[in-house]
């Protein structure tokens, strides 16, 4: 399990920069760079007051992720300790990113 903060404070899955998702899927097949990545769980939030009401924040996620090419990346799954997802503002999946995200 990996601890995980995310600023993507547009995703309805988004609680005071924690994630409510118990498993989130980072894309990023053929990513060299953080900005090739994403965080494919994102959903934009549809005007908030449905928002999170029955989700509650997960410190600690299952990471499945695409991007092979990360230090991290064990048989798609992530190993790091704490990860940063980040997307201020983001109104699609490909506005995030992983910045944790470091080439082998
Ligand atoms: S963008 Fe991804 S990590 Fe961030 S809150 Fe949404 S689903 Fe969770
Ligand atoms: S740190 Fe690496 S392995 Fe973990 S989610 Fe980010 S890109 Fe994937």
């Known amino acids: 399990m990996t601890s995980l903060k995310c600023s993507a404070t547009t ?8 994630c409510c998702k118990n498993v989130i899927s980072v894309d990023g097949s053929t990513a060299t760079a953080k900005d090739n990545t994403c965080c494919g769980s994102f959903d934009e939030s549809r005007g908030g007051s449905f928002k999170n ?10 990471i499945e ?7 991290y990346n064990d048989n798609k799954l992530c190993n790091a300790d704490h990860i940063d ?11 995030t990113e992983c910045a944790t995200f470091r080439m082998r």
Not at 53 to 62: D, M
Not at 65 to 71: G, L, S
Request: charged share 20%.
């Open 85 to 95: 997802i980040s997307g201020s503002g983001a109104k699609h999946a490909d506005d």
């Open 53 to 62: 009401s029955y989700e509650t924040p997960n410190h600690n996620l299952k």
């Open 11 to 18: 995703c309805m899955h988004n609680s005071d920069h924690y």
């Open 65 to 71: 992720c695409e991007a092979t090419n990360c230090v």
